[in-house]
């Protein structure tokens, strides 16, 4: 499937790239097909931030990481009803990301943990939720990441 995006041009996404959100993702209730596409830096790793491309509105594509790169000890409570959906979940299947903010002060940049992001990356469904935890909608990152930048020598 070719899909022309706003922020990479065309692209071809295999059929088995394509995550299913039967519920649309929050504020996006018609969005319910994504892909997710990773930078990759010079050496070839992968950058912290990587895209939720909607694959319904090729203009919309959310900035995702994983919240672990930036909270260690992130392990937001679920109820298994709002997971259901999801089909049979394990720890080496389930994704969790989270959605960032990247606003014009980069030095503002936020994580959004009170919504994570969970896919069944085997049967390719995913879910938007919010956690039950008092966990933030705006969790500044900037700081956390330049640490990390620092430690690895970047």
Same mark, same amino acid.
């Given at each position: ?38 930078? $990759? ?37 679920? $109820? ?73 020598? $970047?």
């Amino acid at each position: 499937m070719k899909v022309n995006t706003r922020l990479f041009g065309e692209i071809e996404i295999e059929k088995d790239k394509i995550i299913c959100f039967e519920n649309g993702i929050i504020g996006f209730p018609d969005c319910k097909q994504f892909t997710l596409i990773f930078d $990759e830096t010079e050496d070839g790793e992968r950058k912290n931030i990587s895209w939720l491309q909607s694959l319904d509105e090729p203009s919309f594509a959310l900035p995702v990481m994983d919240p672990l790169l930036v909270k260690e000890d992130y392990n937001p409570q679920v $109820e298994y009803e709002l997971l259901k959906s999801l089909g049979n979940l394990t720890e080496e299947n389930t994704y969790v990301l989270v959605t960032v903010t990247v606003p014009t002060d980069v030095k503002k940049i936020s994580v959004n943990l009170r919504a994570p992001i969970v896919i069944n990356v085997d049967e390719l469904k995913g879910e938007q939720l919010i956690v039950e935890d008092s966990f933030p909608v705006k969790y500044m990152v900037y700081d956390i990441l330049q640490s990390k930048k620092a430690k690895a020598g $970047e």
